[in-house]
């Protein structure tokens, strides 16, 4: 297994810009997330999904949209990239911790972003 | 859901235990407590959980007192790769998938 896998690991965008973060798992999790970590901080949660076809709203979902037409992938949409979304994205999904039924997160390794 | 108060930093020596603790003095009884850690800028690791009791696997030992209002994460024999940040965090099963992270501790293993 691949675990989870985000794509690009670094891009810089200019002000204005769009572009999409990949995130894609083959561990057949239902449930996957986006969070953002700012320097010195922990994560907050951006988007979520609780299975193929079903997002809902974070933390600090503003600037942000994602789909899940599969289970296996989750982009992240920035629209119109602004220099407040610098910062490094970690994708992460979900299974259910069969021994005791709680759920724990497997995080990608991350996206650095810069907007310039 | 509950709220967690960690140490901000703390070291230990190379090849000691290390003993991180975590206050959550208002957690309710469905309320689980799970630990993650973050090794320089990589994807937060889910180390371990636990309820009620006391639970141990192969990375570490969580001690979760009878009240429930504290617990401490050991690493039995800590070495340099454990230098990391700890996230001790409280979520109901429902909840765990959203998980809260606060500004954990800071572990420093020293040679």
């Known amino acids: 297994n691949a675990g989870v896998t985000q794509t690009p690991k670094f891009q810089v965008l200019k002000t204005g810009q769009s572009m999409t973060l990949q995130c894609a798992q083959d561990?057949?999790?239902?449930?996957m997330s986006w969070y953002r970590q700012d320097p010195g901080m922990g994560l907050r949660l951006i988007h979520y999904s609780v299975g193929a076809g079903i997002t809902d709203q974070g933390e600090v979902p503003n600037g942000y949209n994602v789909s899940r037409s599969t289970t296996e992938d989750f982009p992240l949409r920035l629209l119109s990239a602004a220099p407040s979304q610098t910062s490094v994205y970690f994708c992460?999904?979900?299974?259910?911790?069969?021994?005791?039924?709680?759920?724990?997160?497997?995080f990608g390794a991350g996206s650095r972003l810069t907007v310039l | 859901d509950a709220k967690t108060t960690q140490p901000t930093s703390m070291d230990c020596a190379e090849g000691r235990a290390a003993n991180l603790p975590c206050n959550h003095s208002t957690i309710s009884g469905n309320e689980y407590v799970y630990w993650y850690r973050q090794i320089h800028s990589q994807g937060p690791q889910y180390i371990i959980h636990?309820?009620?009791n006391n639970e141990t696997n192969e990375m570490a030992s969580l001690i979760i007192t009878e009240d429930r209002k504290s617990s401490t994460l050991i690493l039995p024999h800590a070495t340099l790769r454990d230098t990391a940040v700890y996230y001790c965090?409280?979520?109901?099963?429902?909840?765990?998938?959203?998980?809260?992270f606060g500004q954990g501790t800071r572990l420093t293993i020293n040679p």
């Open positions: 992460a999904s979900s299974y259910w911790y069969r021994g005791s039924g709680a759920n724990v997160l497997t």
């Open positions: 561990m057949n999790h239902e449930y």
């Open positions: 965090i409280v979520r109901t099963i429902q909840g765990a998938q959203k998980l809260v």
């Open positions: 636990g309820l009620k």
